[in-house]
């Protein structure tokens, strides 16, 4: 069973950067898949970039051009870069990891971390 630990949250101004690890408690074959996931408060979760087996990343349009997710899979970790953020980013991020071609529920979620952003 993988277990995810998140990190990096926090409370920042709009405009500023934040960086969120990800790292899973054992060492996982490179093809899993791994995403970031976000919800906020009285909203459903929602997915905001993924990363596959190969290199290829999904954005969501939100975060499309701010946020950069990334992956070393010697470490098993991975990472949300993400810069411009806005009040709207405000929610509590998740990492999901889960193999190949699976849907997420399929997946281990992490405990989340709290990224905050004023205004």
């Known amino acids: 069973q993988v277990h995810p630990v998140e990190s990096g949250g926090g409370l920042v101004q709009a405009g500023e950067s934040l960086r969120l690890t990800c790292a899973a408690s054992?060492?996982?074959?490179?093809?899993?898949?791994m995403a970031w996931y976000r919800q906020a408060p009285g909203k459903q979760r929602e997915v905001v970039a993924s990363?596959?087996?190969?290199?290829?990343?999904y954005y969501a349009d939100a975060v499309r051009g701010r946020f950069t997710i990334s992956r070393d899979d010697a470490k098993s970790t991975v990472y949300l870069q993400m810069n411009m953020l806005k009040p709207e980013d405000t929610a509590v991020y998740y990492c999901?990891?889960?193999?190949?071609?699976?849907?997420?529920?399929?997946?281990?979620w992490g405990q989340g971390t709290q990224v905050t952003v004023s205004s």
């Open positions: 999901n990891i889960r193999p190949r071609g699976s849907p997420a529920d399929a997946g281990s």
């Open positions: 054992q060492r996982l074959h490179s093809t899993y898949t």
């Open positions: 990363i596959i087996y190969g290199g290829k990343t």
